[in-house]
């Protein structure tokens, strides 16, 4: 999965969910390496800073809407995402992520990717 959106709505259903494993899986190797330290591969570590209270709504299960989205130049795909707080959908919290796009040349494939590992050859983005 390298398509910017796709990875998105792949990692948001996912936290809806309450887990973090997708979007971990589908961090970008230069965003794991920060927030997967040591060696961008410590699941735990990913997971406990997407559970502190900064990023804790992305795990609330109300649901979200993605707001203006796109690439910005040629290296990033920019989202807001309204996350929303209760059933009512009537208190939100709204996140931009920046992603960067995966170049053709960039290989990842640790096991603990799973289905989403970065193989020689994939399509860019």
């Not at 230069?30 to 060696?39: E, H, I, K």
């Not at 979200?64 to 209760?86: I, L, N, P, T, W």
Request: glycine share 8%.
């Amino acid at each position: 999965c390298t398509d910017a959106y796709q990875v998105l709505i792949a990692q948001m259903d996912d936290m809806q969910a309450g887990s973090t494993k997708v979007a971990f899986q589908l961090a970008s190797p230069g965003n794991r390496a920060s927030t997967a330290s040591p060696g961008g591969y410590n699941e735990d570590k990913f997971s406990r800073m997407v559970r502190n209270p900064t990023y804790a709504p992305l795990l609330s299960g109300f649901g979200y809407e993605v707001g203006a989205h796109g690439k910005q130049g040629s290296e990033q795909y920019v989202a807001q995402v309204r996350v929303f707080q209760d059933a009512e959908k009537s208190n939100a919290t709204v996140f931009v992520f920046v992603m960067s796009l995966q170049p053709a040349s960039a290989v990842d494939e640790k096991d603990c990717l799973g289905d989403f590992k970065l193989k020689r050859g994939h399509p860019p983005e």
